[in-house]
C-alpha cells in the first residue's frame, strides 16, 4: 500500500485552521451584535419579538457562542491560513464581552421607539446556519461544495440588509401599494375571510401570494428592465441555503409587494399571515439548499429543492422555466415547468456572466448596465 503523500496532513491542518476562522469570525460577529441588542433593545430589537424571548436560553446562547469564538480564534492564529478571520473575531468576542457580555441587564419596560431589527438578522442567521449547514452536509447534492464556497460574503451582506431594516423595507412595499388599492378594501370580505379557520386562510394564503409571486416572478424575466434587478439572484453560480438570499433591494420590494398586497385587502387574520411567514422563510431557504431531497411524493404539487434547482440551471433548454415559488403545480397550469425525470442541473448561474461580485457593486450594477432579457446570451461556443 502506497503512503500518502507527507504534504496532506498539513494540507488538512492548514484546511482546519481556516475554517476556525471563519467560525470564530461567524460567532463573534454573532455574539457581538446580540451584546449590541441587549445593550440598546428600544433601537436594535423588534418589538413582537423580544416579547416572547426566553432570556435564559438567549444569555447562555450568548455566552457560549463568545466561548466557541475565542477558542476556534486562538486555534486559528496557530497558523497562517484563518489568521485574518480568527483575529477579527477575536476582536469582535472581546468587545462584546467588554460591552458587558450576556450579563447586560434589559430595564423594563423597554421605551419604545423605531428601530432596524437587528435582533431577527442575527436569531434568523444562527438558526439557519445551525439547521442547513449539517443537513447539506449530510444530505449534499454536490458533495465537492465547500461550505464557505465563492460568493458566500457577498449572500451574507444581501441577508444582512433584508432582515436589518426589514420594517423600511416593509414600509417601501406596502404604504404606496395599498395607497393605490385602497378603493379594493371591502370590509364585509374582510371580516368573512379573517372568520374563516386558520389553516383553511393558511392554505389560501400560500396560494394568493404564490400566484403573485409567480405573476411578478415571470414579469422580472420578461422585461429587460425588470431583468437587471433578478439576474443578481441568478448569477450565484452554486446553491446552497445562503444562496436564495442574493436578492437585489428592487426585487425584493416589488416581488414582496404582489405577494403581500392581495393578503392584506383580503383581510386574512395576524395568525394566518405568521404562519406564512414561518413556511415562506423555511420554505426558501430549502429549495435553495445543497441537499440531494427529490421529495416524489409531492414534488409536482410543492416547489421543492430539484424544482427549483432547474429555474437556477445555466442550461438552455431549462431558462425560463419552474417560476413558483411555492406551488409547482401553477408552472404546469400556465406551461412553464421543466421537470426532467430524475436528473438534477449541471451548472447554475449566468453564462457569461457580467454580474460583479460584491453587495455594493450588485446594488449599483442594474441601474448603469443594460443586461437584455433572459434568455442571456447563449455559452460561448470556444
Known sequence: MSAAPQGL?????????AIAGILAAFLGVLALLAVLCLRWPALLTTPELRAIYPMPLVRATISAALAGSIALGALALLGSSGRRFGTFGLLCAALGLALGGAGVEVLEPVAKSDHLGLDWFVLDLFVLALVFVPLERAFARDRQQAVFRSGWRTDVAHF?????GV????????????????????????????????????????????????????????????WRFHAIHHS?????????????????????????????????????????LVWVAAQATLIHANVRWRFPGVRHVLVTPQFHHWHHTAETDALDRNFAVHLAFLDRLFGTLHLPGERWPERYGIDRSPVPDGWLLQLRWPWSHSVGTNPLPPPDPR
Do not use: I, K, N
Open 160 to 164: 444582512f440588509v433584508s432582515h436589518v
Open 236 to 276: 450565484s453560480e452554486r446553491m446552497d441555503w445562503l444562496a436564495g438570499s442574493r436578492l437585489h433591494v428592487v426585487d425584493v420590494v416589488a416581488t414582496r409587494a404582489c405577494a403581500f398586497v392581495p393578503l392584506l385587502l383580503l383581510g386574512f387574520s395576524q395568525a394566518a399571515l405568521a404562519a406564512y
Open 167 to 226: 420594517e423600511l423595507l416593509t414600509f417601501l412595499t406596502m404604504a404606496p401599494a395599498l395607497l393605490l388599492f385602497r378603493f379594493a378594501r371591502w370590509p364585509a370580505l374582510q371580516d368573512a375571510v379573517a372568520a374563516q379557520p386558520v389553516a383553511l386562510q393558511f392554505v389560501a394564503v400560500v396560494w394568493v401570494a404564490d400566484l403573485g409571486a409567480y405573476a411578478a416572478h415571470r414579469a422580472f424575466h420578461a422585461v429587460p428592465f425588470l
Open 9 to 17: 496532513p498539513d494540507a488538512r491542518a492548514r484546511a482546519r485552521r
